[in-house]
């Protein structure tokens, strides 16, 4: 209990410094949330989407699944990305993948894990589709790092091909959507040349997404 107990404890004090800084802020929260972006990222407890990016609560709207996918069939997902598209009319959709994805190198390995085989499927698909490429790199390391690069790219196209955001696009609302990678080693986040503002505009970004390491 006591480990549980240091949880509460640290929020009471999380929120005591927050409201030393902006008395009113936990109210005018409680309102509305008005984010500008939102994060499609993966589960991995080392990747705290608010805090690499410096947001408070209400600047960032989340969703995490492991291996940051986004399936076309994946209703979770799709139901975040319309609300926050239609409803909060974020500006720009992120999807963050990171270096050192266990759920990337299980699918790059073909390892079987459990039931998560069937979710990580998807990033099967991403290994077959650039089979070439991703066996054209001798050392494993630097391989499961470009495949951590290439499944953003492919979820930031997927983003893009769904009628959420094509929608939104027809009907003249500004969204860019973005592939971004995080480095747990050093903090650091890498654009990775992925970002489309229009549907005209997707065919490039993924050319130049995926020509470009």
């Given amino acids: 209990m006591e480990a549980v107990q240091r ?5 009471r004090a999380w929120s005591a410094n927050i409201r030393a800084h902006d008395a009113q802020f936990f109210e005018n929260l409680s309102h509305q949330q008005s ?5 499609i990222g993966c589960s991995d407890s080392r990747v705290p989407a608010s805090q690499i990016v410096g947001l408070l609560p209400g600047e960032l709207f989340v969703h995490r699944n492991v291996a940051n996918l986004v399936v076309h069939t994946d209703l979770n997902c ?5 609300y926050a598209v239609d409803a909060l009319k974020v500006k ?3 999807v963050c993948g990171h270096y050192g994805c266990g759920g990337v190198h299980a699918a790059l390995r073909n390892q079987r894990v459990g039931l998560v085989d069937h979710w990580l499927r998807h990033v099967r698909d991403v290994v077959e589709k650039h089979e070439t490429q991703l066996t054209a790199i001798a050392q494993e390391s630097s391989r ?7 499944n953003v790219i492919e979820q930031a196209l997927n983003v893009c091909q769904t009628t959420i955001v094509r929608d939104c696009w027809q009907r ?14 050093d903090g650091l986040l890498r654009d990775l040349n992925f970002c489309a503002a229009q549907a005209n505009e997707v065919a490039a970004a993924y050319q130049t997404a995926i020509t470009r390491q």
């Fill in 144 to 150: 499961w790092a470009r495949l951590c690069e290439l």
């Fill in 78 to 82: 799709l139901s975040v990305m319309q």
């Fill in 92 to 94: 720009h959709v992120i």
């Fill in 7 to 11: 949880l509460f404890d640290q929020n």
């Fill in 35 to 39: 984010p500008a972006y939102l994060w």
């Fill in 172 to 185: 003249g609302q500004s969204l860019t959507v973005h592939g971004w990678i995080y480095n747990l080693q």
